[in-house]
């Protein structure tokens, strides 16, 4: 797959795949590109060409994944985008899930326990997530954004340790949602309410996985080689 670069016009960018649109406007970019190159519009949107082409490409490419190039941009860049990441989750994703959901559900022919299974099994992984969003967005990004700030740490209890210890990868219960609806729904729904529905769980899991990479890969180790110089 192609690695995008500052010469390439944004357009080339969404028509090569359509699903870093989301990716895109985290950015604070929006449509109407016209024939300006990334470098242009990031310019423009007072954004480095080079982190934004570096989320970009690994988001394109599971393959591509520039962790030397990632780290030596600030921690604050990454927190950034990460928490632009969570609002997009909580305003568009989950209530797209849930509305595909109760669509798959309504279309259900019979009385469909299954789709119920699947819909309690839902809540509880969307609760076990939102823990997880909140404990970043309330102590964990904060921590990190002092200890950039102001080069001491705002909690000696506390280590990014701490969060790699608890941080526990929430794509395996979305992976599990899929294998729900993949291997035990029964035959009684619309069949594009359904794939609708799936489709957008992989999305979604493509999303996450792409999200935890930069996290556990770029953040934390950043955040760590502070801790350390600070002593």
Known sequence: ??????????????RSNYQLL???????IRLGFRDKSVEEICRE??????FFLAIINTFNNKDYFPEANLSSFSPLLIVNYLQKTHQYYIDYFLPKIENLLEKLISSCTDKCPELEMIRSFYKKYKNELMLHINDEDENVF??????????QKSNKDYAIQSFEKDHQNVEVKLNDLKNLVIKYIQP????NDCNEFLITLFRFEQDINDHARIEDNILVPQVKKIEADLG
Not at 1 to 14: G, I, N, P, S
Not at 22 to 28: K, L, Q, S, T
């Open 1 to 14: 797959m192609e690695v995008f670069v500052k010469k390439d016009k944004m357009a080339t960018l969404v």
């Open 22 to 28: 989301p990716v895109i406007n985290r950015f604070g």
């Open 45 to 50: 949107k007072d954004i480095i060409p080079e």
């Open 142 to 151: 904060p921590y990190v954004i002092n200890l950039v700030k102001s080069h």
């Open 188 to 191: 009684t729904y619309n069949d």
